[in-house]
């Protein structure tokens, strides 16, 4: 299975700072991940669509939807999608396991995160033959760690993404995380009317962000990582929408990724079982000691 990954894993680069120096595509894993973005209304003005240019994501047209549509109203109708604000203040600690899917070069594979109140992540691939990808945060130090490049720091934009989407409860917090946002208007995803809301956090690229007009759901999101002229494009979908302990996660996530050197690939993790409260020792989450 693993030796027919080799020419797939060749066309990957660039990626994300964390993991320049691994060709195998779960390194990207944690990155892609990275899920939630808000914060006030803001129109887009060409100024922001030439951000926009900018950035790699495409500029969408203002519709006629926008007329009395603000960013809180579709982050409000979001949380109460979720279950609504004491709901998820219930949760303080979540253990998922999953599989991570890849078709495209017969790849699947044991995934699996932990996750603490306030601010602390742990996610794990098991490559057989190969090894354990790792990514944590303790709530201060990002970390990765892979057979590949070895154990390294967070940093830079890479450090942000990871940062914010380590905020246990960052579904309520959007505003105060990605405190620049524009509503772009509304879009079909599959025949479902969408809210595009595009959004910025503080030393990171802009995130674009598409809410289920009717669900009030997150459905999918954008986003681009590296320098201008060699942009990697992800598109993250969400599917398969469970109620676990009366708070809304979606069971499927595939990430579609596009770098300038390669085609787009894309992999799929499919939860398996959802946990809450679950108790977690904070060692867990500190950067493993170099051998």
């Not at 990626?15 to 899920?35: E, G, K, N, Q, Y």
């Not at 579709?74 to 600690?93: F, T, W």
């Not at 787009?264 to 493993?288: C, G, Q, R, Y």
């Amino acid at each position: 299975m693993l030796p027919s990954m080799t020419p797939a894993l060749k066309n990957l680069n660039p990626v994300p700072p964390s993991c320049i120096h691994s060709r195998t595509p779960t390194c990207l894993l944690a990155t892609a991940l990275a899920v939630l973005v808000a914060g006030s209304l803001l129109p887009c003005s060409a100024a922001q669509r030439e951000k926009n240019r900018q950035s790699g994501l495409p500029s969408a047209s203002p519709s006629s939807s926008m007329i009395g549509v603000t960013t809180g109203d579709i982050l409000e109708k979001y949380v109460r999608a979720l279950g609504g604000q004491a709901a998820v203040l219930r949760i303080q600690s979540r253990v998922v396991t999953g599989r991570m899917e890849m078709p495209s070069v017969e790849l699947n594979v044991p995934w699996s995160q932990q996750a603490k109140a306030p601010n602390k992540k742990l996610t794990v691939i098991e490559m057989p033959g190969v090894g354990k990808i790792v990514e944590g945060f303790n709530g201060k130090i990002g970390w990765a760690q892979n057979p590949q490049a070895g154990l390294v720091n967070k940093a830079g934009e890479d450090l942000v993404k990871l940062r914010n989407e380590s905020d246990f409860y960052r579904d309520l917090k959007l505003r105060d995380l990605f405190p620049q946002m524009a509503y772009l208007g509304m879009e079909k995803m599959n025949d479902q009317d969408t809210h595009v809301i595009e959004a910025k956090a503080p030393g990171s690229n802009p995130e674009r962000l598409y809410f289920d007009r009717k669900t009030g759901l997150l459905m999918r999101k954008d986003f681009a990582t590296g320098p201008a002229q060699a942009r990697t494009l992800y598109r993250v979908v969400y599917d398969d929408f469970r109620g676990v302990d009366e708070v809304t996660i979606p069971f499927k996530v595939t990430v579609f990724i596009k770098t300038p050197k390669s085609e787009e690939t894309s992999f799929t993790v499919k939860f398996t079982e959802v946990k809450h409260n679950v108790p977690i020792s904070d060692e867990l989450f500190e950067k493993p000691a170099k051998p």
